[in-house]
């Protein structure tokens, strides 16, 4: 069985959409997935199973809305890709400096180059942005509460969903699945 990290999107945030990480975890293990594990308490998931990621996040979704009354994106990422992901974090400087004003977009399909160039063009502040294939890293020096480049706006850019964390907490599901 392969080790997968499945983020949620959006739970558990300013109040909203509130899930108990142990609700998410007796979830998995009716679904049959095995030595499920979470990270803090917004949505961060390490479980093994023998599906396919998209097949995982097909099903997640569906069963998370069946049986939770849960309606949320999922994002799953073998531990191979999520490995794939941080070694291909174009900000190291900002992941030593300030990991936690680095973010990592996780997205449901990859982004093209057209995107990627619109949504640069499209910063009004000092943000940096970067992306390849299904992740986009993204760089808030002067802060992310209060910047103008939100997750609509990311999404609405890049021509698909995705969910960030920031690289304090990658590093940490990297750890989990010994990537």
């Known amino acids: 069985m392969a080790l997968n990290v499945a983020l949620l999107r959006g739970i558990n945030v300013g109040g909203n959409r509130k ?5 998410l975890l007796g979830f998995l293990a009716k679904l049959g997935l095995a030595d499920a594990q979470s990270l803090l308490q917004s949505g961060n998931l390490v479980f ?31 531990a191979a890709e999520w490995k794939e992901a941080v070694a291909r974090n174009p900000f190291r400087a ?8 680095l973010v990592v977009m996780f997205l ?8 990627v160039r619109a ?11 970067s992306a390849e ?6 760089v808030y020096p002067a802060g992310i509460g209060d910047s103008r480049l939100t997750a609509s706006m990311i999404d609405r850019m890049l021509g ?4 960030g964390r920031n690289w304090n907490t990658v590093l940490k599901l990297a750890a989990l699945v010994g990537a």
């Open 119 to 129: 949504l640069q063009a499209a910063i009004t502040g000092p943000e940096l942005v």
């Open 133 to 138: 294939g299904r992740q986009a890293y993204i």
């Open 94 to 101: 900002a992941a030593e400096s300030d990991p936690s004003h």
């Open 160 to 163: 698909t969903r995705g969910t």
């Open 19 to 23: 899930v108990a990480m142990s609700d």
């Open 48 to 78: 093994r199973s023998d599906a396919r990621a998209g097949d995982l996040e097909h099903l997640l979704e569906t069963e998370a809305e069946r049986r939770l009354g849960l309606r949320t994106d999922f994002f799953v990422r073998t």
């Open 108 to 115: 449901k399909r990859a982004t093209d180059a057209t995107g």
